[in-house]
């Protein structure tokens, strides 16, 4: 069973960045299509972006299109989530997902824990 692993969530404050990462424990993983989501309290868990396999197509949440990227370096089976000029919305626990087969923005059949992310204003 592949395992997924987020890092690098923290508390920072509204403005600031932060670049979240996710490695998955089988070689296996390096090539599928990833994604981000995000849970705050209280609300559902939403799609934040996505990346193909290949990485040559990405895909953005309104919310965060402009401020968010997402990159991945296969070599290393580990996809990125670069968040700029966070705002306290913006606070949520962060999952990646990631699928062989599926690219886009739901469908996905493998999970991460995720980890916190807190923007202070």
């Known amino acids: 069973q592949v395992q997924l692993v987020e890092s690098g969530g923290g508390l920072v404050q509204a403005g600031d960045s932060l670049r979240l990462s996710c490695t998955a424990s089988e070689r296996t993983f390096s090539s599928a299509h990833k994604a981000w989501f995000r849970q705050a309290p209280g609300k559902e868990r939403e799609f934040v972006a996505a990346i193909t396999s290949s990485g040559g197509k990405t895909y953005y949440s309104d919310s965060v299109e402009g401020r968010f990227t997402i990159s991945r370096d296969n070599a290393k089976n580990t996809v990125y989530l670069q968040m700029n000029s966070l705002k306290p919305e913006d606070t949520a626990v962060y999952y990646c997902?990631?699928?062989?087969?599926?690219?886009?923005?739901?469908?996905?059949?493998?999970w991460g824990q995720g980890t916190q992310v807190t923007v202070s204003s």
């Open positions: 997902a990631a699928d062989p087969s599926i690219a886009g923005t739901s469908g996905y059949q493998y």
